[in-house]
């Protein structure tokens, strides 16, 4: 939903508050829809609650629920709604309190309204409620009984659903999750290649652009991942845990609240499969993900698992490994997201040993090295004085030639450098005028200058001149650099 559209839906919901508050005042007692203007105004002032309103709007709507309850016969249908309104207001309550009170009443409210429902096309609904009702409270107390009655609902929502039903999606996901979760409690195999069967007709039946697909898509992820884990299943379960994960954390929109938690589990995915196969790419992206749902979250032991993961990274691959580099600098990274968080002094210095390393690798990527020596000289001066950082943005400006040599296009020269030429140079010259070192400050900027005016100026560095009169030579020359550059990724975290 939109801004614009949300909130035109607040200023409705907003009227209908006003207009059913006047109705209730206006309306006997004994009337025959004064119940019905009860819940109505109850449901509103609930859905208020939901977004995003007060505690005592849920109170008002649990004391208004109460009353219409009380105010209607217990032959009519309608009444079945009511209880179930009221068990739904219970329920929200007590996740927001923890009362257990309100979360045996809504149990015992669901009941009163199934019961009160059959034969009625609201008594799936009614069963839907209490299902969840009855995994609530079964997430609170762990009593087993609650757990298989709320199977044994959701498989009576899911089979008096029609398969065309747009809430069939929903209450097959219901379902699989209550499955998985016995199986977790339980260890039962079947319940859990159940989950998975009715998890994939969940996804399957869910359009793409429905706002619950990314979460169907992520509890199938999770399920088979279970499996995988459990010994029970197999590589293709984790692999496509995996897929299922990367979908739903593309589904999901970048601000939303779910997001932090999607790419947690797909890093953790990630590092299974690593432990499993040991690909190097598995463990450098399951710590991207570890550090960016830090970045989201700002939970600790987030970024505590981001670096354990960084270190195993770090030391399980040769130092004479193209990746190696990129490891300790995604390791820095982590450790400097936590000395931020933390303020322990040693993970600041490891950060700065660590990028320091990885700059002076000669297997790594050059992309690689100039990203991890502008870190080391920016945290130098940020940590320490601009005097300290001088000599290490010198040495990152070095390297500006390496990277635009000669054996790429004209044209891709300029464009790596026009990104890294000016800022790498333009700072450290920063530092030395604030270190009072005049002559240092010309060096680097006319080192910045030169690097990027040979270059285009040599109008025949590339490989023009090579094709005209070797094309083979030329060919082979470019897909040397191609190799050498391929492991410069545009996700170095960082």
């Known amino acids: 939903m939109s801004e614009p559209e949300a909130s035109g839906d607040r200023v409705a919901l907003e009227r209908a508050v006003t207009l059913l508050t006047t109705l209730v005042a206006a309306t006997p007692a004994g009337h025959h829809d004064h119940a019905r203007y009860l819940s109505c105004l109850g449901s509103a002032l609930h859905l208020r609650f939901q977004l995003g309103g007060a505690d005592p709007d849920l109170d008002e709507a649990i004391r208004l629920a109460r009353q219409a309850v009380a105010a209607t016969p217990a032959e009519l249908v309608a009444r079945a709604a009511m209880l179930s309104n009221l068990g739904n207001a219970l329920l929200d309550r007590f996740g927001r309190t923890g009362v257990v009170a309100d979360l045996d009443e809504a149990v015992d409210v669901g009941r009163r309204a199934a019961a009160a429902s059959i034969g009625d096309h609201h008594h799936v609904v009614c069963l839907s409620n209490l299902g969840g009702a009855l995994l609530t409270r079964f997430g609170h107390t762990g009593s087993i009984a609650d757990l298989d009655e709320a199977i044994g609902i959701a498989r009576q929502a899911v089979a008096t659903t029609p398969t065309h039903h747009p809430d069939h999606p929903r209450r097959l996901a219901n379902l699989g999750s209550a499955l998985r979760t016995r199986s977790e409690r339980t260890g039962s195999v079947p319940d859990l290649d159940e989950a998975i069967d009715v998890a994939r007709q969940a996804v399957a039946t869910t359009p793409a652009h429905h706002p619950d697909y990314a979460g169907r898509l992520a509890n199938l992820s999770r399920t088979l991942r279970v499996r995988f884990e459990r010994d029970a299943g197999t590589d293709a379960d984790l692999d496509a845990a995996i897929r299922f994960a990367w979908e739903a954390v593309t589904a999901t929109p ?241």
């Not at 004209?410 to 700072?427: F, H, I, K, V």
């Not at 109008?459 to 190799?483: G, Y």
Request: proline share 4%; hydrophobic share 40%.
């Open 254 to 494: 970048a601000h939303h609240p779910k997001r932090a938690t999607r790419l947690y589990h797909l890093g953790g995915a990630l590092l299974a499969r690593f432990h499993r196969t040991g690909a190097a790419a598995d463990l450098d992206e399951a710590i991207g993900l570890l550090q960016t749902r830090f970045e989201h979250t700002r939970c600790l032991s987030d970024l505590n698992e981001a670096v354990v993961v960084g270190r195993k990274a770090v030391t399980d691959t040769p130092t004479d490994h193209p990746s190696h580099a990129l490891f300790l600098s995604n390791l820095s990274t982590a450790l400097h997201l936590r000395f931020q968080h933390s303020g322990a002094t040693a993970d600041v210095v490891d950060a700065m040993r660590g990028w320091e390393l990885a700059s002076r690798s000669p297997v790594a990527p050059m992309r690689v090295r100039l990203n991890t020596a502008g870190h080391r000289a920016q945290l130098l001066a940020a940590q320490r004085s601009p005097a300290a950082a001088v000599e290490a943005y010198a040495a990152a400006v070095e390297l500006l030639p390496l990277l635009a040599w000669r054996g790429l296009s004209q044209r891709e020269q300029q464009d790596l450098l026009r990104l890294n030429a000016g800022s790498l140079p333009r700072d450290g010259a920063g530092c030395a005028i604030a270190a009072r070192l005049p002559d240092r400050t010309v060096e680097l900027l006319e080192c910045g200058r030169g690097t990027y005016w040979s270059q285009l100026l040599d109008t025949r560095t590339d490989l023009t001149s090579l094709r005209q009169v070797a094309p083979d030579l030329a060919a082979r020359l470019h897909r040397c650099s191609v190799a050498l550059e391929q492991h410069a990724r545009t996700d170095v975290v960082g």
